[in-house]
C-alpha cells in the first residue's frame, strides 16, 4: 500500500480557493466565438426609410437601428472579448492538493501498483476497470461514474484502450486541473506517479 504524502494528499478543505480556482480555469476554456453585429456591421440602412415629417408615422434614420427587425444588436456578445482570468501558480498547485486531499477523504481515488497497457485493446481497459469495481470503495465504477486514468505520459496505448469506453477519459497528470480532479468521480493512477506529484511540491 502506498504511503502518500500529507503535503499533497492530506490538506484540510479550502472550499473559497477551489472555487476561485475552478471559476478561473473555466473562463480560461471559453473561447468567446459569440459574436452579434451592432449597427455599423449590419447590411443595409444607407438611406433614410422616410422623411422625417408628414407620414404620420415614426421618425426612423435607419432601418440598421437595434429597434427594427434585421437590425445591429444593443450590448450583445463580441468576439473580440476576453475572458480568461490569471491563476496564481501557487494558489493553483494548492487548490489542485486541496482537491486530490478532499478525493483522498472520500475515497474516490485509487492507486495501482502499475498501470502498463501492451496494447490498444478496449477489453483489456474494461478488465482492469472490471476489477477495480470489485473492491467495495469503487463498485461504481464501470457502473456510469465517470473515471479519469491519469498516466505519466502520453500513452497511446492506454488513450486508445480507454477511449471507448463511456465516461472514461485519459490524460497526463501534469496537465491535471482542479476542474479535471473535480469533474471526474474517480481518479485512478499508478503508484509511480503520486511520487512524481509529491516531489514537484516546493
Avoid: C
Wanted: positive net charge; glycine residues 8%; aromatic residues 4%.
Amino acid at each position: 500500500m502506498a504511503v502518500l504524502s500529507e503535503k499533497v494528499f492530506g490538506l484540510p478543505w479550502n472550499a473559497n480557493l477551489v472555487h476561485q480556482v475552478v471559476t478561473a480555469e473555466r473562463a480560461n476554456r471559453r473561447r468567446g466565438t459569440a459574436h452579434t453585429k451592432d449597427r455599423s456591421e449590419v447590411s443595409g440602412g444607407g438611406k433614410k426609410p422616410w422623411k422625417q415629417k408628414g407620414t404620420g408615422r415614426a421618425r426612423h434614420g435607419s432601418i440598421r437601428s437595434p429597434i427594427w427587425i434585421g437590425g445591429g444588436v444593443t450590448h450583445g456578445p463580441r468576439a473580440e472579448k476576453n475572458y480568461s482570468k490569471k491563476i496564481n501558480k501557487k494558489a493553483k498547485r494548492k487548490a489542485l492538493w486541496t482537491a486530490l486531499s478532499q478525493k483522498l477523504r472520500d475515497r474516490e481515488i485509487v492507486v495501482l501498483d502499475m498501470l502498463m497497457m501492451e496494447d490498444a485493446k478496449t477489453k483489456n481497459a474494461a478488465k482492469v476497470l472490471k476489477n477495480l469495481s470489485a473492491i467495495p470503495e469503487f463498485n461504481k465504477i464501470g457502473r456510469g461514474a465517470s473515471v479519469s486514468v491519469l498516466v505519466g505520459q502520453a500513452d497511446e496505448n492506454a488513450t486508445r484502450a480507454f477511449q471507448n469506453i463511456k465516461g472514461v477519459k485519459v490524460e497526463e497528470a501534469r496537465n491535471l486541473s482542479v476542474l479535471d480532479a473535480l469533474s471526474a468521480r474517480y481518479l485512478v493512477l499508478p503508484k509511480e506517479l503520486v511520487r512524481i506529484l509529491e516531489k514537484s511540491v516546493s
